[in-house]
């Protein structure tokens, strides 16, 4: 098969070293890719959002498969793109549909969803600039801390949690007033903030049956100790420990099963991956959030544990036959450390040039953001790289992982020295 796989981060270069290993690969293209994919597939210089270059490619390339990586095609509707075109529709996508990716593109609609599929979650209200005063006041009817979300998409960056009602109240109106986050901020969703600890779970589903992948906690504050700005994340550690059996079991029976089914009985096509991000609040799962794809740097932890074929569980989600396939899953626990760009996630710099890629050994390094030039390799990104590590233990995964970053060099460079450290 020649599959097209749309991205260009972390994310996508996991996706990609785990699709590579399939015997039913032909020709695997990343579009627009990055310096580690282009060591494993070819790259092609489209944008992930720029549908009709994305058709011309998929028909002179013969594409079986397109596998989306980004919210943001899906958000725009790049599912439906490909069902409604007579020349595409023979091609599966690997994602939700428009409607499908609400879930993400959302915050009111996800939560609508819960509420209507009884899923326990925070209690929420959403406002717009012309309620902005009943905001104000339902802010005054909470206990601290506050929490206000963007409705739709705002890159990570559009959930604050502020200790300070009067802070909260002016948040609020720079995200509902002045447009704090753009768009995305027309409509903010204010939820009851839920203290507990947090961790991802992920799911594959073909619409009717569903797999559940190994469990991950990411770390996303810049500083050690979780402390600074909000990132992308800068680590991340799977299975995460006190997911046990009896809880998980919870997970499925409470949240899975009745999202799954919630988007079947309202008739929302969904054929790809959910991600859901989850708090533990005594011995009990609530849902944060959904989001429409594999999180990044998670996927880097969660597909290297995966041994089953990845395209093997790809087609069984396009034929709808997921049930047929067995799912199996690595033992070893995996931790992964990013490597970021000095000055990030503020201002930083790119073009550095990177040294000691080499020199690494017993562990995967998955690229974020980077490019090639000359042979040489430098960053293109704010996260840069993903250094990934197997072992029967968090501190034995994480420390080889560090020993390599110790390899590794570009000006600047910058990583946290305490990811999985909360979990011992």
Known sequence: MNILLLGSGGREHALAWKLSQSKNISKLFVAPGNAGTALIAENVLIS??????????????????????????????????????????????????????????????????????????????????????QGKAYLETLNPPYVLKADGLAAGKGVLILDNL???????????????????????VIEEFLSGIELSCFVLTDGKNYKILPTAKDYKRIGEGDTGLNTGGMGAISPVPFADEVFMNKVEKNIVIPTVNGLREANIEYKGFIFIGLIKVGNEPYVIEYNVRMGDPETEVVIPRIKTDLLDLFTAVAHQNLDSITLEIETKLAATVMVVSGGYPNEYQNNMLITGLESIENSIVFHAGTKASNQEIFTNGGRVLAVTSYGNSIEEATKKSYQNIEKLHFDKMYYRKDIGLDLL
């Open 48 to 133: 992930t959002t720029d549908f009709v270059s994305i058709k011309e490619f998929c028909l002179k390339a013969c594409i079986d498969m397109v596998v989306v990586g980004p919210e943001d095609p899906l958000v725009l509707g790049i599912y439906d793109f490909f069902k409604e075109d007579k020349e595409l529709c023979t091609i599966p996508v690997l994602g939700p549909s428009k409607l499908g990716a609400q879930l993400e593109g959302s915050k009111e609609f996800a939560k609508k969803f819960l509420i209507e599929n009884n899923i326990p979650t925070a209690r929420y209200s959403s406002f717009t600039k012309e309620t902005f005063l």
């Open 166 to 188: 009067d802070e909260a109240k002016i948040e609020l109106e720079k995200m509902l007033l002045e447009s704090k986050f753009g768009q995305a901020s027309s409509k903010v």
